[in-house]
């Protein structure tokens, strides 16, 4: 302990007393010069090094403010003023577990104290917080770990740690403006770090601005040869394009199985590339849509668009199959979603939506692929196929030992399957079908126009009994027993 004159000490005092002054009237700049000067003139004082720590911490200077509490504490371990103002400075560096225990030094001397008690409990909560943050980041849960680090983050405004950790969780997380804004703070405050020029790369490839990205990665190792974050970001930047543009290629030379494998891989290299993966999925898409494997094409467009919203692309696509599989009311939504997003295309999406809202109208009243149990892209042969089943199935004599229930069933079954295959059997009725028009419209319908028993005599030939009757034109009869 230095020896200071009594003298000495009423100037130190009355320094402190002016201090005190500036502090209440929130003139901390002040108030630091005469608690400084008290410190001068009696550096043995603990309570002139927690007022100026104080001062720093309503300034958010919090480093000056932690090496002033600790030198107060130095000389008074028991104020429990000085331990709160110790845990406040740690808090905002990220120094969470050195908090809760400073906060728990001072419950020590003071337990029956409610505020400190609560201040207590919020420091564990948002240590706790922290803890499960990177417990998360290690599980590459980037969405649990953003939940936990957006409270960490309104406490520990001044930890470059927690900064970069939350900054690469909105990343990860996809929201790129919310990061980009954070990482100007970074920057303006800590200056370009290595881990800046990782998240200013991780942030442009997500937003899909891939060279651009790379050459960031590139400039941060060449600052930070041993950047590993750098180095494995560009790696798997690389990779996934490498993968993209296979697959791209075997699609090009009809190579699906190829192609569907390739994507798949690239798919997997990095998950929260959220604007490539986009891409990837409505390429694989395309190629199921190829293989006719449309509601498989469907998944894969509707992941596309989960991660892109915007991408237009996959929602033509993904109308284009679900009009393969009847599905018009949802081809349309997709094709007005085109228009709003694209306006240039309305022209282009007009004559589709006709199209589609056509054939919503129709499949509103009988689907006749449905009823035959057959694709919309079936053969004539499969067509024809499908009702020598069905016509036998449903013909009302081998339903003549039912009850009345069932015998009605069946006759609407057969009229519907004679009406289905008559359409469908005929090109030019099936080509006004498909395009949208009911073609009993333009022949006054079928109830009463044609006979169904009619339809099954001229498709299986021979008389009118179903005991009896030849298939095809083969001559060939089958008896039923």
């Known amino acids: ?10 100037e130190a005092l009355a320094k402190k007393e002016e201090g005190n002054k500036f502090f209440v009237e929130k003139k901390y700049d002040e108030a630091i010069k005469c608690y400084s000067e008290a410190i001068d003139h009696n550096p043995n004082e603990a309570i002139y090094y927690s007022n100026r720590a104080a001062c720093y911490l309503a300034l958010r200077q919090y480093k000056k403010g932690l ?69 998360q980041i290690q599980n ?15 406490v520990c405004s001044q930890s470059l740690e927690i900064q970069i950790l939350f900054v690469e969780c909105l990343a990860k997380c996809g929201e ?20 800046v ?22 400039d941060g ?40 494998e390739c994507y ?81 295309l309305e022209q282009e999406m007009a004559q589709k939506l006709r199209e589609g809202q056509k054939k919503e109208k129709l499949a509103k009243k009988k689907d006749y692929y449905k009823i035959l149990e057959v694709g919309r892209d079936a053969t004539e042969n499969e067509i024809k196929k499908s009702y020598r089943k069905l016509a036998l199935l449903w013909h009302p004599d081998k339903l003549k030992d039912k009850d009345e229930e069932t015998k009605q069933l069946g006759q609407q079954k057969f009229r519907d399957i004679a009406e289905a295959y008559a359409v469908l059997s005929d090109k030019k009725k099936k080509d006004l079908y498909d395009s949208g028009v009911d073609p009993n419209d333009q022949n006054g319908g079928f109830d009463g126009g044609v006979d169904p028993s009619q339809v099954f005599q001229m498709f299986f030939g021979g008389g009118g009994g179903f005991q009896q009757f030849p298939f095809g034109g083969s001559g060939v009869r089958f008896e039923f027993r």
Not at 1 to 10: D, F, G, K, N, R
Not at 208 to 217: C, D, Q, R, T, V
Not at 225 to 247: H, I, Q, S, T, Y
């Open 176 to 195: 790129n403006d919310r990061a980009s804004k954070w990482l100007m703070q970074i920057q303006s405050e800590h200056g370009t770090t290595p881990d």
């Open 221 to 260: 190792m060449k600052v930070d040869p041993d950047n590993k974050k750098c180095r494995e970001a560009l790696k798997k930047a690389r990779k996934c394009e490498e993968l993209k543009e296979k697959g791209n290629k075997l699609l090009q030379e009809v190579k699906l199985n190829d192609a569907i």
């Open 197 to 218: 020029y990782y998240l200013k790369g991780i942030i442009d490839l997500y937003n899909g601005n891939s060279e651009k990205a790379k050459k960031i990665l590139i």
């Open 1 to 10: 302990m230095i020896q200071v004159s009594e003298v000495t000490l009423q």
């Open 264 to 344: 798949t891989e690239a798919l997997s290299v990095d998950p929260y590339n959220r604007k490539i993966n986009s891409i990837i999925y409505a390429n694989r898409g395309l190629v199921k849509q190829k293989m006719n494997q449309h509601k498989e094409a469907i998944d894969d467009f509707t992941k596309s668009i989960e991660l892109n919203p915007q991408y237009y692309k996959a929602l033509i696509r993904r109308a284009e199959s679900y009009d393969k599989l009847g599905q018009f009311g949802d081809s349309v939504h997709d094709y007005q979603q085109v228009i709003q997003i694209e306006p240039s």
């Open 67 to 135: 090496d002033d509490a600790e030198q107060a504490l130095k000389r008074d371990s028991n104020n429990v003023k000085t331990l709160r103002r110790k845990a406040l400075a740690l808090q905002n560096l990220g120094r969470l577990e050195e908090c809760v225990n400073s906060l728990n030094a001072a419950l020590q001397i003071t337990p029956g104290d409610q505020s400190l008690k609560q201040e207590y409990s919020t420091a564990q909560q948002i240590c706790q917080s922290y803890l499960e943050g990177l417990k």
């Open 140 to 154: 590459e849960d980037y969405q649990k770990a953003l939940y936990q680090f957006q409270q960490v983050i309104q």
